[in-house]
């Protein structure tokens, strides 16, 4: 990670929490994220060398409402050249976010979707075992064909039919 990252990503986690804004700043920092993901041609622009400073903090002023840290942080990114950094800085300031609020961000890989009730006992097993709050996400592999791949941290739990098949297959390679 690129230490710039890491140091606007801190400086934007420490001034919220210490403001007793963590929560809000993290739904709308993360708001902010998802438009400039939707609108990649704005980032470009107040990226561009040849539009002028002003205009280009008149855009991000323009386009987002005056709530004080996130539109500041974003003008901040603006005047230092650092806003083709933005969705890395949020990466991290996620994980900041994540690690203070003990929240455990765990991937599922599945050939079909989870029921709710396989989705909640899933999550209550988990949460048990890492003790802190599980955030899932779910996503739709056909090609597992059946099982579950379980993802976390650096761990990875594969319970797969394909990752089972997989491995039969190097065994009878290597015998």
Do not use: W
């Amino acid at each position: 990670m690129n230490a710039a990252v890491k140091m606007y990503a801190d400086a934007l986690f420490e001034l919220s929490l210490e403001k007793g804004v963590l929560s809000d700043t993290y739904a709308e920092i993360n708001a902010y994220g998802d438009v400039l993901a939707e609108h990649p041609g704005f980032l470009k622009l107040i990226a561009a060398p040849t539009i002028g400073m002003p205009d280009k903090i008149l855009s991000v002023k323009k386009v987002f409402p005056d709530s004080g840290i996130c539109r500041d942080f974003l003008c901040l990114l603006t005047e230092k050249r650092r806003i083709f950094a933005f969705s890395a800085i949020l990466k991290h300031f996620n994980e900041c976010y994540d690690s203070h609020m003990r929240i455990l961000n765990v991937t599922c890989t599945v050939s079909k979707p989870l029921t709710a009730e396989q989705k909640t006992r899933l999550t209550e097993k988990l949460s048990e075992k890492s003790g802190k709050t599980v955030k899932l996400t779910e996503i739709i592999d056909e090609t597992i064909l059946g099982g579950i791949i379980v993802d976390y941290g650096n761990t990875r739990i594969d319970s797969s039919i394909k990752g089972k098949l997989d491995k039969i297959a190097v065994q009878m390679k290597n015998t």
